[in-house]
């Protein structure tokens, strides 16, 4: 049966779109605004870095031992096109790693775009957390093939699979983990409003329950717009009139009113307090060269990232201790033409997260490495077995996690075997995760602060796993 939806419904989801502090928004503000009333001694952030359209795993972290080289050359060949790249040693080859433990023999490297990644590797402040994936329990290939196994809803979906990712639910869902981190432990900022943040637009990760997600543009405040049309379509109700005038007698209008007031408040708050970009504030990212074009080119998610220290970089002012951040990097759905692309997107990656580590390390004076996690995610993997030029969707994926609480220069997790019928392939090499984003989650979310008594609010299928924490976190 539908519940009707009456006025007071519609009131208490608008108050609920308003925030939800317990102080009158003004109050708050100034609460906000008193930087020496925040100790910024305990301030942890995490920022999600979400591969839109699925990465590829098998050319970002290669196995490179004989065994699993062949294998990989064998099957990213059998195409009109290889996207097999070059051996380490050789000309544009990937790049060894070598992780602090060893894993049976094996050996690694990374795509040859990833340079910045492997000296971040190499000086301990980027993790590998192998083969993570969207998993309900665990499951086996026979289980899976079986149809004996639960498994999350509408696999291989893009949509489906990034809200899984981000919230545990198909598309649809209302709120994700990062937000309902946010609802736990927004009572320890000055105000909710800025405690969860996405410069990439609506997302379902950083949506609470009781705590909006707050939208700022890759180069800073997004503005409120169309103040000078009209309400409900209306030309009696033109929108600058009936904020500018509290004394309207419609009980929507003053919601209305009361909402767009404070949005319009939070984004000259916000605007004055962020750091400035620039010179005297947070440095620009440099351009990064295309490896296609051999062109300098702006990096969008270099951008999104200089936004995100601007933010954190105004935290006294803010009076947040804990903040979570959403940024993403699109076009990883590469059936097609994968090598020439997936190697731009490689490039974008290193220099990006290169870039804030860097900036990282002295953020308006001072070094916030160790207070600032940040994680890469994506919809899904994909297959070894390429389809022409490219490859087609999966499921596990490979993922890195960067900051100075990382520890790094390690692989976690079962690395899988690279070829087809082995015990982590589900068909064409997509791989069943080893470690489920529960786990990945958790593990960030202990980090971060969350009790474990309350990880399980945070991530429904956690009790499933025996492993709660996979240790890539000092």
């Known amino acids: 049966m539908t519940t009707p939806f009456t006025r007071r419904r519609f009131l208490a989801s608008m108050a609920g779109a308003a925030g939800t502090s317990a102080l009158p928004f003004a109050a708050t503000l100034a609460a906000m605004g008193n930087a020496a009333a925040a100790d910024n001694d305990d301030y942890k952030a995490l920022i999600c870095v979400f591969l839109t359209g699925g990465n590829d795993a098998y050319n970002t972290v290669l196995a490179t031992d004989p065994t699993s080289w062949q294998q990989y050359e ?24 070598t992780p602090a433990a060893a894993h049976a023999g094996r050996s690694f490297a990374l795509h040859p775009n990833l340079g910045a990644l492997k000296s971040l590797f190499d000086a301990g402040r980027v993790g590998i957390v192998a083969n993570v994936g969207t998993l309900v329990a665990p499951t086996t290939v026979g289980a899976y093939r079986s149809g004996a196994a639960m498994l999350p809803r509408e696999l291989f979906s893009h949509n489906d699979q990034q809200s899984v990712w981000q919230s545990s639910m198909p598309e649809g869902a209302s709120y994700g983990w990062g937000g309902r981190m946010g609802d ?24 609470g329950r009781n705590v909006s997600q707050y939208q700022v543009d890759a180069a800073g405040v997004k503005p409120v717009l169309s103040l000078d049309g009209y ?4 030309t009696r109700h033109p929108l600058r009139n009936i904020i500018t005038n509290n004394a309207t007698s419609n009980v929507l209008e003053r919601e209305y009113v009361a909402i767009v007031n404070k949005a319009l408040q939070s984004q000259a708050f916000l605007g004055s307090a962020m750091a400035p970009s620039g010179a005297a504030g947070i440095p620009a990212p440099t351009t990064y060269i295309d490896p296609n074009t051999r062109r300098a080119t702006v990096n969008p998610l270099a951008v999104q990232l200089q936004t995100v220290a601007r933010v954190i970089a105004a935290r006294g002012a803010l009076g947040v201790r804990r903040q979570v951040f959403f940024v993403s990097l699109g076009g990883f759905d590469t059936h097609d033409n994968q090598r020439t692309r997936h ?25 916030m490495r160790e207070k600032v996690t940040l994680f890469t995610a994506s919809d899904f993997g994909r297959t070894l077995v390429t389809n022409g030029d490219g490859t087609d969707h999966g499921w596990g994926s490979h993922h890195f996690v960067m900051g100075g609480a ?8 079962s690395f899988p075997a690279v070829g087809l019928g082995h015990d982590s392939d589900v068909g064409r090499g997509a791989l069943l995760p080893s470690q489920s984003v529960d786990q990945y989650g958790a593990t960030l979310a202990s980090w971060f602060g969350v009790p474990d008594s309350q990880l399980a609010t945070v991530f429904p299928n956690l009790p499933n796993f025996a492993q709660r924490n996979l240790g890539f976190m000092a």
């Open 231 to 234: 309400l409900f379509g209306t």
């Open 406 to 413: 990382v520890k790094g220069r390690n692989i976690y997790g």
């Open 74 to 97: 064998r099957y990213r060949s059998s195409g009109s096109t290889s996207i097999a790249l070059a051996p380490p040693g050789a000309a544009g080859g990937v790049l060894p790693i």
């Open 184 to 207: 736990l432990l927004a009572s320890g900022n000055s105000n909710n409003m800025f405690t969860c943040v996405s410069t990439a637009g609506n997302a379902v990760f950083v949506s």
């Open 343 to 367: 190697a731009d997107l490689m490039a974008r990656l290193a220099h990006g997260l290169s870039y804030f580590d860097e900036i990282s390390a002295n953020l308006m004076g001072v070094n």
